[in-house]
């Protein structure tokens, strides 16, 4: 069974970058396309980049500029680099995996921006 565990959350002043990864269990990782998402309580979720397993990437237009997402095969991890981070930023992000019908989620970290 595929599990999720996003982490490396936490409070970042304006301006400042955090990393997050996503750290993911089963074999299908190297072949799903994986993503990382954000909520904002009383909002939809927003997606904000994926990478494919050959690590073709898309972004937001909100953050193209600003995050950075990657993996590693061998480890079974995403990661999101977040630089020049807003209070805008401040929400719940969460991983995704997509593999043809297959969909999950990790349970979230919370990133807040804040001086």
């Known amino acids: 069974q595929v599990q999720l565990v996003e982490s490396w959350g936490g409070l970042v002043q304006p301006g400042g970058p955090l990393r997050l990864l996503c750290a993911a269990s089963?074999?299908?990782?190297?072949?799903?396309?994986m993503g990382w998402y954000r909520q904002v309580a009383g909002k939809q979720r927003e997606l904000l980049a994926r990478i494919t397993s050959g690590r073709l990437t898309n972004y937001a237009d909100s953050v193209k500029d600003r995050f950075i997402i990657s993996r590693d095969n061998t480890k079974r991890t995403v990661y999101l680099q977040m630089n020049s981070l807003k209070p805008d930023d401040t929400a719940v992000y969460y991983c995704?995996?997509?593999?043809?019908?297959?969909?999950?989620w990790g349970q979230g970290t919370q990133v807040t921006v804040s001086s």
């Open positions: 089963g074999s299908i990782f190297s072949i799903a396309v």
């Open positions: 995704n995996l997509k593999l043809g019908e297959r969909e999950l």
